[in-house]
């Protein structure tokens, strides 16, 4: 039983695997046409110049903050071995965006060729493609985790050295995350605004078109922004709920905490919690099957709700196995004294905090959902309030977007409150495990949405039949509730993991509370309240200054490239009548314009904006604990109120900005099928359509670049703190009152023994 965690990399290793085999899969499949073929090619190999110009940049930040980490590690409390945990972090949150993006942009263009036949083949590919992204991240997160931990056991004697070293891999992959996240989101959408506003509006052709240079880049950025972003935004989340409960699990290590695994079994339950997930993610993997006509929706809510199921039933019966059914966890001050004052804690109180978890990340995906869905009153009332222009229709969006947040913090509440009742802060850090504990099929869903996207994109561009394009729209129609219900369970977790790591810090920093009548302490609230402000400012600007550039690109081809200036003039002249009817020499101008656009160029401008503007908001993430924690005045108290006020700012700055931007979107899409308003109706090219795509243009830097990069700046910020906490850590005032107050007693008592001996 002592040695449980020999076999922990096993379940990373069978992540792996089936990586391997889902991979295997998706390749052997069919890739339609040359023409399918040739635009999948420019979509893969945009895809990979960026992860190739942004791991360049990354790779000088990690081996720096590696370096410094070294130097500065404190023998006694740590080890320079956390640089090298750090890179390995680093290295694995990489490799998960890589397998994901490599595997998404094989499962585009074979998504649209089985589209060609059935919507169940379609959807059996994109999920296929989806799953390798979900099941990268959970194993290589348990595999690198366990790996570590039985190398640290072997080295050092004391647990809490071990989880100080072990801390480093969760700052690397919150590192990589957020420079991950943040560069996608500027590069998507710099692309998207671009192809949008010059392509839809000003040029009047479709989404997707290939006469639109931007069309490439845009694609692209569905890959970088949301199968390696989302990928590596869950694989840090993953890591820290884990990291953090592993440190507040080992506080519990006392005389009164019996069990059989040496007093680790708190400890090692996040590990065996998150290995256990793995199968039943690929349990759940296997009930993800619709017919022709059948709901894509239902299919993949079938196999999560399977798979959520599967994880509480057997959790209930890992935690009753490896937990003692109760104990004291007791305040150092009456441990010696009075047993009785501690806290009691039972298994089953465990087991309810983990469920509480699993729940709460289910309960605001469906909020998230209703907020952002399409022919929900949220979005009818941003959509019919473009009749008006686009004023109305961005005052709208905002409404919609700061509601959003009642809900969801509320359900967030109630789950730390309830968490905490049952589990006190481990409790809350088991609550982070349990809501990703099953995150490899959670990921799937999530990564699903960009591959059908693609594919979408492909059949427009390859001009294929109608069907095909319908059956796509079907699968990305679902993909955008999927990845809108993928950023509110990241929003949630995001507060619960940061919640943890918070706790796990104030644990290994002696930090007992904070107590905001400290002038330091509210000044360290106000600093962290402003962070989510400046950080989401600096993603936007960065998104404004490459799209402008992106913009005066595609209205430079439009303009000097004569096919492409004639192509769009035809288009204009013949409106919406069908290809058939046009005049023979229309179509022949048409044809002519057929890989005119010079797509290289919009995919080279939005891979050199997204490398630039993504350096600074990143950079800050990472300074400003450090500034605050060793600032003459300020220290660890005043980082402790800076971790509390960029939570709570963060997490409402995230839900307001992700649910906004996700409503503002589907309010556009759903001009594709009409909007009625005021009794009459009006459909793409309309004066509200059009107010409709600007509304969207500005709630797309919200929803894919700074409302999902704050849920990492919270978390890498609480790492931050962790890994730091040895070198801040206030003496422990209290134990040495206890120590002196025992010492004294047992004075006294050898005195009167004395006296008695020797009247």
């Not at 953090?244 to 005389?255: D, K």
């Not at 960029?646 to 979107?665: C, E, K, P, R, Y």
Request: hydrophobic share 50%.
């Amino acid at each position: 039983m002592e040695k449980l965690y020999y076999y922990l990399p096993l379940f990373g290793a069978l992540g792996i695997l089936f990586v391997f085999w889902k991979s295997a899969w998706v390749s052997k499949q069919d890739e339609g046409t040359d023409k399918m073929k040739k635009i999948a090619g420019h979509i893969a190999e945009g895809a990979m110049a960026f992860l190739k110009a942004q791991y360049k940049v990354l790779a000088i930040f990690v081996i720096s903050i590696a370096i410094l980490l070294a130097l500065s590690a404190n023998s006694e409390t740590s080890s320079p071995l956390v640089a090298l945990s750090f890179i390995i972090g680093a290295f694995c949150s990489g490799l998960a965006g890589f397998i994901g993006m490599r595997v998404a942009t094989k499962a585009n263009v074979r998504t649209t060729q089985a589209a060609r036949t059935s919507l169940g083949k379609a959807l059996e590919v994109a999920f296929a493609g989806g799953s390798v992204m979900g099941m990268g991240v959970v194993g290589l997160g348990v595999l690198g985790l366990s790996s570590l931990f039985i190398i640290y056991s072997n080295m050092f004697e004391s647990i809490d050295q071990v989880l100080s070293v072990l801390t480093g891999f969760s700052f690397g992959a919150s590192s990589i995350a957020l420079f991950a996240r943040v560069g996608g989101g500027i590069y998507t959408k710099a692309a998207d605004v671009g192809a949008d506003l010059v392509g839809k509006v000003e040029a009047g052709i479709p989404e997707d078109h290939p006469l639109n240079p931007a069309t490439i880049a845009d694609n692209v950025g569905d890959n970088v922004g949301d199968v390696a972003g989302m990928g590596a935004d869950l694989f840090e989340s993953y890591v820290g709920s884990i990291v953090g409960t592993m440190v507040l699990g080992a506080a519990f290590m006392t005389t009164t905490f019996m069990d059989e695994f040496n007093g680790l079994s708190a400890v090692l339950l996040p590990l065996v919690l998150a290995g256990v997930g793995i199968i039943m993610s690929f349990l759940g993997t296997f009930f993800v099957r619709v017919r022709e006509g059948g709901n894509p929706q239902a299919a993949l809510n079938k196999g999560e709700f399977i798979s959520s199921f599967l994880m509480i039933v057997a959790s209930w019966f890992i935690i009753k196995w490896m937990l003692p059914a109760e104990w004291w966890f007791q305040d150092p001050l009456y441990s010696w004294e009075n047993p009785e004052l501690g806290n009691h804690y039972t298994s089953t109180g465990i087991f309810i905090a983990t469920v509480i978890g699993l729940v709460a990340g289910l309960l605001v995906g469906l909020v998230t959902e209703y907020y952002t869905g399409t022919h929900k009153k949220p979005v009818m009332t941003i959509a019919r309030q473009s009749a008006t222009g686009s004023a109305t229709n961005i005052i709208a969006g905002l409404g919609v977007g700061m509601m959003s947040t009642a809900i969801p913090v509320i359900l967030i509440a109630i789950s730390i409150i309830g968490a905490f009742h049952f589990g006190g802060l481990y409790g809350i850090a088991i609550a982070a495990v349990g809501m990703l504990s099953n995150l490899g099929i959670q990921l799937a869903v999530d990564a699903y949405g960009p591959i059908s996207d693609n594919a979408g994109g492909i059949a427009e561009m390859s001009e294929l039949p109608k069907d095909v394009r319908s059956r796509t729209d079907k699968l990305d129609a679902v993909g955008n509730t999927t990845a809108a219900i993928g950023k509110g369970f990241a929003i949630a977790s995001a507060a619960l993991t940061a919640l943890a790591l918070f706790g796990a810090f104030m644990t290994t920093a002696n930090l007992k509370t904070i107590d905001v009548s400290k002038a330091n302490v509210m000044a360290g609230l106000f600093l962290g309240g402003m962070l989510p402000f400046v950080f989401s400012a600096l993603a936007m600007n960065a998104v404004g200054k490459a799209a402008m550039f992106m913009i005066e690109e595609v209205r430079r081809q439009f303009a000097n490239i004569p096919e492409l200036k004639a192509a769009l003039e035809v288009m204009r002249k013949n409106g919406e009548k069908p290809m058939e009817e046009w005049t023979e020499s229309d179509r022949k101008t048409f044809q002519d314009a057929d890989g005119k656009a010079e797509y290289g160029k919009c995919v080279e401008i939005s891979t050199q904006g997204a490398i630039r503007q993504m350096v600074l908001p990143g950079l800050m993430a990472v300074i400003a604990p450090l500034i605050v924690a060793f600032t003459p005045g300020l220290g660890v108290e005043s980082l402790g109120g800076m971790l509390a006020g960029v939570t709570v700012s963060g997490v409402l700055m995230a839900i307001f900005q992700s649910n906004a931007g996700g409503a503002w979107d589907n309010a556009k899409k759903m001009f594709e099928e009409g909007v009625e308003i005021n009794g009459k109706k009006f459909f793409k090219g309309s004066e509200p359509h059009k107010a409709a795509v600007v509304g969207d243009t500005v709630g797309d830097p919200f929803k894919d670049t700074s409302g999902p990069s704050l849920n990492i700046l919270l978390k890498l910020m609480s790492v931050i703190a962790l890994v730091i906490a040895p070198m801040v850590m206030i003496e422990d005032k209290e134990s040495s009152k206890v120590e002196e107050i025992k010492t004294k007693t047992e004075v006294i008592e050898k005195v009167e023994t004395t006296r008695v001996e020797k009247p």
